[in-house]
């Protein structure tokens, strides 16, 4: 079993920046895939970032490409999410979420298969 956390959410006002860690024990963390999904008060969960094993394939939802950055190092055991320029429509709980690497990094909930609690994020306009 993997146990992921996240931590770093906070309330932050349009044009800020936070960071988000995620870090998940269990498992090595150098052979999963991270992923960070987000999910606003009352709607789906929608796909934010994904970064393969090694760091060198990443993915990003449109709505956040230029501003967001998914990293990690595999040494300290945490992925990170860097938001900058945030929006009050980032406003959302992020979750971070762990699977066992694959060829191809994905972006549906569904494949991966251990989360993290959550940590709010709320953007002031």
């Known amino acids: 079993q993997v146990q992921v956390a996240e931590s770093g959410g906070g309330l932050v006002q349009a044009g800020g920046s936070l960071r988000l860690s995620c870090t998940a024990s269990g498992r090595t963390f150098s052979s999963l895939d991270i992923a960070w999904f987000r999910q606003p008060l009352g709607k789906e969960r929608e796909f934010v970032a994904a970064?393969?094993?090694?760091?060198?394939?990443?993915q990003y939802q449109d709505s956040v490409k230029g501003r967001f950055t998914v990293s990690r190092d595999n040494a300290k055991n945490t992925a990170y999410l860097q938001m900058n320029s945030l929006k009050p429509d980032d406003t959302a709980v992020y979750y971070c979420?762990?699977?066992?690497?694959?060829?191809?990094?994905?972006?549906?909930?569904?494949?991966?298969?251990?989360w993290g609690q959550g940590t709010q994020v709320t953007v002031s306009p």
């Open positions: 970064i393969s094993w090694g760091g060198d394939s990443k």
């Open positions: 979420a762990a699977r066992s690497s694959r060829m191809v990094l994905s972006r549906l909930p569904a494949n991966f298969d251990f």
